[in-house]
Each structure stands twice: as C-alpha cells, then as structure tokens.
C-alpha cells in the first residue's frame, strides 16, 4: 500500500466520522421532537382551559426542528461528495474538510426540507398535532 493510499484512506475515515455524528445528530433532532410534541400535547390535555397559543408553541419549535433536521442531512450530503472526491483521488489536499465547492452540487436547503426522506416524517407530526390541538379547542367551545 503506499503512502498516498494511507492518507486516502484516514482522511475518508475522518469524513465517515463526519458524515456518522451528522447522522446521529439527525436521528436525536427526530427524537427530541417526537419526544417535545408528545409532551406538549400531553400538557395541552391536562389543562381545563387551552388557548390557542398551544398551536404556535408546538408548530414552532417542529418547524425549527425540521430546518435543522434538513441543515444536518445536507451537510451530510455535502460530505460525501467530498468523500467520493477523495475516493476517486481527485482532492490535491491531504486532510481537507472543505465543503464549500460542493454547495452548488447538493440541492438546497429548502429542496432537502421537502426531500423524501425527512419531510414524511415532520409533516405528518405537524399535521397530527394541529389535528389534536383544534379537536380540544373546538371541543372546549
């Protein structure tokens, strides 16, 4: 093996670490979600008399979840372009971590927001809280 195989190959584990703690951090931003709503909704029905800030302080916080979720897995995928870049020894620098020629080759935050693969997953939270949150206000009425 020689010496530029070497460096090739830690500098792409140090991109798998990478693009690893992007995933993970993705799947806890699911969770904590999940877990905030849950616990919204639960205080929403101990209470006698909810009002209609309940809607803004839940969808909120998911929307923001969703912008973060979609940050992280364009990040991620920004990462493995330089991977690939990297596998295919096209990268002159030992070591980089630079991602920026790549944010034109990934789509955008807004498109990875909307993306298949994260946007079941928001969607269908937000839309069975506003559910939950205006049967209870329409029954209190």
Not at 37 to 56: G, H, K, Q, R
């Amino acid at each position: 093996m020689s010496k530029h195989d070497e460096v090739s190959i830690a500098h792409m584990h140090m991109i798998q670490d990478i693009v690893t703690r992007l995933e993970t951090n993705c799947f806890m931003l699911k969770a904590v979600c999940m877990s905030l709503v849950v616990a919204l909704l639960a205080f929403m029905s101990s209470t006698d008399n909810p009002s209609c800030y309940y809607i803004l302080f839940g969808c909120v916080p998911i929307v923001i979840f969703w912008i973060m979720d979609a940050a992280y897995l364009r990040l991620g995928r920004m990462f493995r372009k330089l991977f690939n870049k990297v596998r295919l020894h096209q990268i002159n620098d030992p070591f980089s971590m630079d991602i920026s020629p790549y944010k034109n080759e990934v789509p955008s935050l807004f498109l990875t927001a909307i993306s298949w693969s994260i946007i079941w997953y928001y969607l269908s939270i937000l839309l069975v809280f506003l559910f939950v949150v205006s049967s209870q206000l329409l029954s209190q009425m």
